[in-house]
């Protein structure tokens, strides 16, 4: 493994872990050379899932991308990048568990922004602003709304079970 920063072959590996389900290990490493540190992690292949977009075109399923739309969902958030790598990784196993070739992007989307709501309601709002397309403010305050009336529910019947 190279070093991104002066190209140096003269690696180590500082810690290694699997991820929960085992299917990703996450390696930080260091240059021997200029003492950078950085982060890898090794998968493995798995067929191509290809994602139905809503003009029917196909492509492949790009965890990259779907990271990088949660990343900006989350900035300045406090949610860190292995909570956003983890969350990534829970959907797409998500969506290879179906066992199916092709998935519509809508299901992707909304798996995305179920992961969101639990995670964090602000993220989870912009993140939708941008998968929904809001018109304009009234259709964004819908969304705000139905997002308190389900947290406010969600803590009256934890309210409930506690109780019993």
């Known amino acids: ?58 492509q492949e399923f790009d965890r990259d991308r779907l990271r990088r739309s949660l990343q900006l969902a989350c900035t300045k958030r406090p949610i860190s990048a292995e909570t956003i790598e983890r969350t990534v990784e829970q959907i797409e196993a998500e969506l290879r568990a179906r066992d199916v070739a092709e998935v519509p992007s809508s299901v992707i989307g909304d798996l995305a922004m179920e992961k969101l709501r639990q995670l964090d309601q602000v993220a989870y709002i912009r993140f ?8 304009d403010v009234s ?20 309210q409930r079970a506690s109780s019993r």
């Open 1 to 58: 493994m190279r070093c991104p920063v002066c190209r140096s072959s003269d690696t180590r590996v500082l810690d290694k872990r699997d991820s929960a389900d085992a299917s990703t290990t996450r390696r930080r490493r260091q240059c021997g050379a200029c003492l950078h540190r950085f982060t890898t992690y090794e998968r493995i292949e798995t067929s191509a899932l290809m994602v139905v977009k809503s003009d029917q075109r196909r």
């Open 128 to 135: 939708a602003s941008v998968y929904r397309a809001f018109a």
């Open 139 to 158: 259709s964004f305050e819908d969304e705000v709304r139905r997002l308190i009336e389900r947290a406010s529910s969600n803590e009256i019947a934890s």
